[in-house]
């Protein structure tokens, strides 16, 4: 790769990561006020995942998340106003200010949908994919998920019918250990999730560390192979660990289940850290001095807005 095509893309990824730290961090900040009307759960210490995930697909793929979707959301290029908006419970955001952080979406960039409950978007994915090849367009489908929806039974109906109809979609397993306070060691008696996946027949490839040139390398190349029809699903593991509580703003080390100590190794690894120091003191101060200033105007934008009125109780409704 050309060192001007080297520094583009780190500009980009560093960006991104960036953008997605301060963002969780100014919610951190922000969410004892009371102002933010909806629980969190933030992806601080994982933004390498979505990043380099949406970073190596292309305009006209799509996207589905869990309920850990900010970083999602931000990485797909959605409206930063939109979700600060619909964090505080206003009629701007990007669900209008009823969906809450669980429920970010911008289908003009890709970003379909995401939800609060676990699995819930992997079927729904599935079902997309499957009408993109049946139209026949050049898309492909990004299904987010957590470690802990390899545990539902739809998450394996998915991989089948996946398999059998060669859909193109990427299943990006986010695997931070945890499914809320337990270990997955203690929720599998055996770990390796990726050679359940082969056993469907499909590709599982398991990335160690974080590590968010490898998540775009991998992406990148096999979505190269799909623009020219080795179109298969395929399973990503990407191995990652969330910093803060499962949902909420604050640090959970005290409740027993895991340690500073484990912790300790990711932090050393920090993404956001390690992609700036490819890029020079006064190129990584342009891109945060952008991002902040962005982040200061879609925070006082939310906080000027409307809260929805009572009329849009009665508006999305459907009736069967």
């Known amino acids: 790769m050309p060192e001007q095509t080297h520094f583009s893309l780190h500009k980009k990824l560093y960006t991104s990561l960036y953008r997605i730290r301060r963002v969780e961090e100014e919610v951190v900040r922000i969410y004892p006020t009371d102002k933010i009307k909806s629980p969190v759960h933030l992806s601080i210490g994982q933004e390498a995942v979505s990043v380099g995930v949406c970073e190596a697909l292309k305009e006209q793929d799509v996207a589905f998340g869990s309920y850990r979707s900010h970083a999602l959301y931000?990485?797909?290029?959605?409206?930063?106003?939109?979700?600060?908006?619909?964090?505080?419970?206003?009629?701007?955001?990007?669900?209008?200010?009823?969906?809450?952080?669980m429920h970010l979406v911008d289908v003009s960039k890709g970003l379909i949908c995401t939800s609060a409950v676990v699995a819930t978007t992997i079927p729904t994915a599935i079902g997309y994919a499957y009408a993109l090849k049946y139209q026949g367009k050049n898309s492909v489908v990004a299904s987010f998920l957590g470690d802990g929806a390899t545990e539902e039974g739809v998450f394996y109906e998915s991989l089948n019918f996946a398999a059998i109809k060669k859909l193109p979609v990427f299943f990006i397993c986010e695997n931070n250990s945890y499914a809320i306070h337990t270990h997955q060691n203690s929720r599998q008696?055996?770990?390796?999730?990726?050679?359940?996946?082969?056993?469907?027949?499909?590709?599982?490839?398991?990335?160690?560390?974080?590590?968010?040139?490898?998540?775009?390398d991998t992406i990148r190349d096999i979505r190269e192979k799909m623009c020219k029809g080795e179109i298969e699903p395929h399973f990503i593991e990407c191995e990652t660990y969330r910093w803060k509580e499962h949902v909420g703003p604050s640090e959970d080390y005290a409740l027993g289940y895991r340690t500073k100590e484990e912790l300790k190794p990711w932090v050393e690894n920090d993404q956001v850290k390690e992609i700036g120091k490819l890029l020079s003191q006064h190129t990584r101060k342009e891109l945060e001095?952008?991002?902040?200033?962005?982040?200061?105007?879609?925070?006082?934008?939310a906080e000027k807005s409307d809260f929805p009125s009572l009329a849009e109780l009665y508006t999305d409704v459907f009736q069967g």
């Not at 930063?80 to 952080?101: H, R, V």
């Not at 055996?190 to 775009?216: Q, W």
């Open 289 to 301: 001095l952008a991002v902040e200033k962005e982040i200061k105007e879609a925070i006082a934008s």
């Open 74 to 101: 931000i990485a797909k290029g959605g409206d930063l106003k939109g979700m600060m908006a619909e964090l505080y419970g206003k009629s701007t955001g990007s669900s209008k200010g009823k969906g809450g952080s």
């Open 189 to 216: 008696v055996k770990s390796g999730i990726c050679e359940r996946v082969a056993s469907f027949g499909i590709p599982a490839i398991k990335i160690e560390g974080n590590d968010v040139l490898k998540i775009y």
